[in-house]
């Protein structure tokens, strides 16, 4: 199974602020890396998938990058409403693993 | 408007069955393979199964294997998560997701609202 591990569990940060979140995944992974975002009580909705491309209606302030078994999500300018919580998911190979998350606290 | 809705969680004692529902609306539900997903507090998100389009290829979690079933209905617009031997772990909200492919790559755009699954004696 591949395993995947995002870092840090929890960020503060400012409206305006740059935030880049960190996701791992315990072997290389092709291009089937996807990340959601999470608000509370509501399901995961789809940002990024195949690493960089932007799902349709996601502000363009969201973009992922990365290769191999490293990959990145960044916010350019935080905004009041990306509060949430962010996670990263491989679709490679079944099992379809996600991370644990990442915390973002405006 | 794509619409998936959940249901047919509640409580169950361990060993108990329960069966989900997941009901699809707004797309040619036929031509899109599923998934189940579920979501613990303390586990975060857990990819539970998946369903082609046809109903001809199916992938389990290990962790459900042999004890939960997924099923489809395409006349009826319908998905479906039979679950056996229910233990506590299993205590989770479950979701029904839709699987897309896009330039040779799967991803997953909607979700549905979760239905609550709860095992406790």
């Known amino acids: 199974d591949i395993q995947m591990t995002q870092s840090p569990p929890s960020l503060s940060a400012a409206v305006g602020d740059r935030v880049t979140i960190t996701c791992r995944a315990s072997?290389?992974?092709?291009?089937?890396l996807n990340w959601f975002q999470q608000k509370s009580g509501q399901a995961p909705k789809l940002l990024i998938y195949?690493?960089?491309s932007l799902q349709s209606g996601v502000p363009s302030r969201f973009t992922g990058s990365g290769s191999g078994t490293d990959f990145t999500l960044t916010i350019s300018t935080l905004q009041p409403e990306d509060f949430a919580t962010y996670y990263c998911?491989?679709?490679?190979?079944?099992?379809?693993?996600f991370g644990p998350g990442t915390k973002v606290d405006i | 408007e794509v619409q998936l809705m959940d249901s047919g969680g509640g409580l169950v004692q361990p060993g108990g069955s329960l069966r989900l529902s997941c009901a699809a609306s707004?797309?040619?539900?036929?031509?899109?393979?599923m998934n189940w997903v579920r979501q613990t507090p303390g586990k975060g998100l857990e990819w539970v199964s998946y369903i082609s389009a046809g109903g001809d290829t199916i992938y389990y979690a290990d962790s459900v294997k042999g004890r939960f079933t997924i099923s489809r209905d395409n006349a009826e617009k319908s998905l479906y998560l039979e679950m056996d031997s229910l233990r506590d772990e299993d205590t989770a909200l479950y979701y029904c997701?839709?699987?897309?492919?896009?330039?040779?790559?799967?991803?997953?755009?909607?979700w549905g609202q979760g239905t609550l699954v709860t095992v406790s004696s």
């Open positions: 997701v839709r699987e897309l492919w896009s330039a040779g790559y799967r991803l997953w755009d909607y």
């Open positions: 072997r290389r992974i092709s291009g089937d």
């Open positions: 195949a690493v960089s």
């Open positions: 707004g797309f040619s539900f036929s031509t899109y393979s």
């Open positions: 998911q491989q679709t490679q190979s079944a099992p379809f693993t």
